[in-house]
């Protein structure tokens, strides 16, 4: 048999358009089917096939501009008791958390992200295990639980959550809360509409591994122009990396020579992101440390060098009788 839970929350929309306390079923009824689908979908993401969640509407109205109780229902089915009685108990978010992570509660969450993003993408996300570090500038960043940036990432989650807003929209209609025991447990106003857009969503890049090694490198060819990309080769593959390195950069404009097969030994960084739901990788030269001759000419010379030391330290003196 399934296990159920109930999480009931009360839903307010607010502004001079509803002085009546009144509101067109037109505005109303998509709001609370995208509320449905905000949390089919983040039930989904969070828990997989361990549960389903449902959003009923009680029969009871409060006070207020324009107030509906809702109920979050979720079953836990049935195939899954054995792990409820047991240690995985914990890995079952129920629907309270849910809420937790969208945001309907306790002020953080996907939504409170959201707005300390601004519209923006993430610089980058960096995931370490449970936990997340959400870059928004190469100086600021957040740690937050991985199972938010999951919600981030989930295009219905993100649309939905936009909808479920949606009757700021109207004129008049200015403000939308969360209430859980009679207590306002998220309030939002109609001027930040723009924070909860999920067009950002498709540009927003996920960094996979960030790691910075020392390396020698080939050079197999080398430009000036777009942004200083040569193509190098470390013994395994070819790729293109781009020169940060200012200093070595100076040195060429002062008529350092190079050429193809020189080798130079340098401070790798190789970034590998997903973006758009294609895997980029991304190399950079951050600092050059030696600039060497071709190996092969440089085993030559070695070769030559030793042939030469040989004639030169040995010998013996020879007489025919």
Avoid at 109 to 126: A, E, N, T, Y
Avoid at 199 to 206: D, P, Q, V
């Amino acid at each position: 048999m399934e296990k159920s839970n109930h999480q009931q929350f009360h839903v307010v929309f607010d502004g001079p358009a509803l002085v009546e306390h009144r509101m067109d079923v037109r505005d109303l009824a998509p709001a609370l089917i995208a509320m449905a689908d905000l949390f089919t979908a983040a039930n989904k993401e969070i828990n997989g096939e361990a549960s389903s969640i449902r959003v009923h509407v009680n029969a009871s109205f409060k006070a207020g501009s324009f107030g509906i109780d809702l109920v979050a229902t979720q079953h836990l089915l049935a195939h899954i008791r054995d792990i409820l009685s047991g240690l995985g108990a914990n890995a079952i978010c129920n629907g309270y958390t849910i809420m937790t992570m969208v945001g309907f509660i306790g002020g953080g969450g996907l939504i409170d992200l959201l707005r300390r993003l601004k519209g923006r993408r993430p610089v980058k996300v960096q995931r370490n295990g449970r936990l997340t570090t959400v870059h928004f500038s190469e100086a600021e960043s957040i740690e937050i639980d991985s199972r938010i940036m999951k919600l981030y990432y989930n295009g219905i989650v993100r649309t939905s959550l936009e909808k479920v807003v949606s009757p700021l929209e109207r004129e008049g209609i200015t403000d939308f809360a969360i209430m859980v025991d009679d207590k306002v447990t998220l309030a939002f106003h109609d001027d930040e509409l723009g924070l909860l857009s999920a067009a950002t969503l498709e540009t927003a890049a996920e960094v996979v591994s960030d790691t910075t090694s020392h390396k020698m490198l080939q050079i197999e060819s080398l430009t000036f122009k777009d942004g200083n990309k040569w193509r190098v080769h470390d013994g395994v593959a070819t790729f293109r990396a781009s020169i940060e390195d200012k200093e070595f950069l100076r040195k060429i404009d002062a008529g350092e020579r190079f050429g193809k097969g020189d080798v130079l030994m340098v401070n790798l960084r190789q970034v590998q992101s997903v973006d758009g739901g294609r895997l980029n990788n991304e190399s950079m030269i951050l600092k050059v440390l030696e600039h060497r001759e071709p190996l092969q000419q440089h085993a030559h010379d070695q070769a030559h060098a030793g042939v030469e030391r040989a004639h030169s330290t040995s010998g013996a003196d020879l007489e025919v009788a």
